[in-house]
């Protein structure tokens, strides 16, 4: 080779080293990962959780203002199926309407889309119960579930009787997740809202049969048969996303709530779970403080795990009193209180604590129903700044737009995580980069 063909670059060439500088600087972006490199949310890097069930109660402009104003990077149970979901998005119409209407997993993947393109590094969590089936309910195709097929679904003690599920003892019996056609069933939605885009699955009470059959019926139930249901069913929903998507779900289950030192601890976790989500007590709201055993509850994770798991607590809902409706029910200014201990509770124990930012059942009866909401409770402020303080961020401002009837534009300030940050940051080093680089081959045609 001649030193003139050594150095004669063509434009094409000079573009091709551009490119590569720039992917050596900037990164490549998570989706332009190969397809045998599946996608995984590392809890080891969030900071800030947040309660949003269900994502589809507002609309994406101002979904995407909240999120961005607290910094979200996990939306915990962004959408929670809970018996007959094809009516709505509230509890209220999904439960006890009776109405069955159009399916909602096409919005949600609309929305989902619709905020990570805004937020790309919102993640967003599904939810179902495991426990619990409404009378009356269908498969997602919009078969009706027979009479057979709910026999081979439900729960049935000894003496041959059906027990109702306590949560809506009218309507709703107890899935058995021991029975092939439970899990099926709890499966089929599951892959719904995996196809709609949650990168991770919180699965409601797999453990309800041999947990309540011995605290409200005095029976013994044999743990083994539904610890490997639960198993199925998570490789079963880890094997879907990874298969179809090239994706690591992530996947936990309802741990119960954390009790009191002086109270007996709650059983152990279940194994086959990533993450760990356990609901807190509120045991002693009269001081103000929050006494749950998590020294005590981490131990517990060790035994089964070998070590501590990423830890998510949260205000678990239900029907009063249950620990959200005991906290939605204090005045506004004890609320903020007891965010604050939450806050710095899970600092100190470095766990996560889960932000209640809207959805949840507070009223003290089914009518009239009331969700949590941090914007009409007025703590939304206050859990903004704390959620805020836990990221370093760097602001930017950026238009979100409303698609309705007339186009409204909002301005928000985005809280973006380090590692968006060090990106926005390095862009203006690319840019010069390029220009110095098409420079010269310009110079150098110029001079040849």
Not at 35 to 47: G, M
Not at 145 to 156: C, I, R, S, Y
Not at 425 to 447: D, E, G, K, Q
Request: with cysteine; net charge neutral; charged share 20%.
């Amino acid at each position: 080779m001649n030193a003139t063909s050594q150095h004669n670059w063509s434009p094409r060439t000079g573009i091709l080293a551009v490119v590569l500088i720039a992917l050596c600087l900037f990164g490549v972006p998570p989706q332009a990962k190969a397809a045998d490199s599946p996608s995984v949310v590392d809890l080891s890097s969030v900071n800030v959780v947040s309660y949003y069930e269900s994502i589809l109660d507002t609309d994406s402009a101002t979904l995407a203002s909240v999120l961005a104003e607290t910094g979200t990077e996990v939306v915990f149970r962004a959408h929670f199926r809970w018996g007959r979901d094809e009516q709505g998005t509230l509890y209220e119409q999904n439960i006890h309407s009776g109405a069955i209407g159009e399916s909602p997993y096409p919005r949600l993947a609309d929305r989902i889309r619709e905020i990570q393109a805004k937020l790309p590094w919102v993640h967003f969590m599904g939810a179902i119960t495991c426990a619990a089936f409404v009378d009356g309910d269908h498969w997602p195709n919009g078969t009706g579930v027979t009479v057979d097929a709910k026999q081979q679904m439900l729960w049935t003690l000894p003496n041959g009787t059906t027990p109702h599920h306590f949560a809506d003892p009218v309507r709703s019996y107890v899935l058995d997740i021991s029975k092939p056609l439970a899990r099926q069933f709890i499966l089929e939605y599951a892959y719904k809202q995996i196809d709609a885009g949650v990168d991770l699955f919180f699965f409601d009470e797999p453990q309800f049969v041999p947990w309540w059959s011995r605290w409200t019926y005095g029976l013994k139930v044999s743990d083994k048969p539904y610890i490997d249901g639960w198993k199925q069913i998570a490789s079963a929903v880890k094997d879907y996303a990874r298969n179809k998507y090239a994706k690591d779900l992530l996947v936990t289950v309802n741990n119960g709530w954390a009790n009191a030192k002086s109270d007996p601890r709650p059983p152990d976790p279940w194994p086959y779970q990533d993450f760990i989500a356990i609901g807190v007590s509120l045991k002693s709201l009269e001081t103000q403080a929050m006494r749950d055993d998590w020294a005590g509850y981490k131990a517990q994770i060790r035994k089964v795990y070998g070590r501590l798991l990423p830890t998510m607590i949260f205000l678990d809902w239900g029907m009063p009193p249950t620990p959200l409706s005991v906290f939605g029910n204090l005045p506004r200014e004890a609320q903020i209180r007891m965010l604050k201990l939450f806050h710095e509770t899970a600092l100190r124990e470095g766990l996560l604590f889960v932000y209640p930012l809207h959805g949840g059942l507070i009223s003290a009866s089914v009518n009239p129903f009331i969700l949590y909401d941090a914007r009409e409770q007025g703590t939304y402020d206050a859990i903004s700044d704390l959620a805020s303080s836990l990221v370093k961020v760097y602001s930017q401002t950026i238009t979100l737009t409303a698609t309705s009837t007339l186009t409204t534009t909002t301005t928000v300030e985005v809280k973006v995580p380090a590692e968006i940050t060090t990106n926005l940051i390095l862009l203006p080093i690319i840019v010069s980069i390029v220009a110095v680089v098409l420079a010269a081959m310009v110079l150098r045609r110029r001079r040849g």
